[in-house]
């Protein structure tokens, strides 16, 4: 795994060790949260988080969706 920067929802980035969007997701300490990954301009199903390479500059979006009364 690698250092890697990243423009994530606007604000730049450097994660370490991450190879994945579900990398970057578990990194986050988003993963088990309903969450919706896009990369580049393209939505991701949660099954393809996993196959899904992250390069420098790449641009991600992440919503999570928070419960409440």
């Avoid at 890697?4 to 929802?9: D, F, Y």
């Avoid at 969007?21 to 309903?34: C, E, F, Q, S, Y």
Wanted: charged residues 30%; proline residues 4%; aromatic residues 4%.
């Amino acid at each position: 795994m690698t250092d890697v920067e990243l423009v994530i929802n606007g604000t730049e980035q450097r994660l370490e060790q991450v190879e994945t969007i579900r990398d970057v997701i578990d990194r986050l300490g988003l993963a088990g949260k309903p969450v919706v990954a896009e990369a580049d301009g393209k939505v991701l199903t949660e099954a393809q988080w996993k196959d899904t390479p992250v390069y420098p500059a790449m641009r991600i979006e992440l919503v999570h969706f928070v419960g409440g009364g």
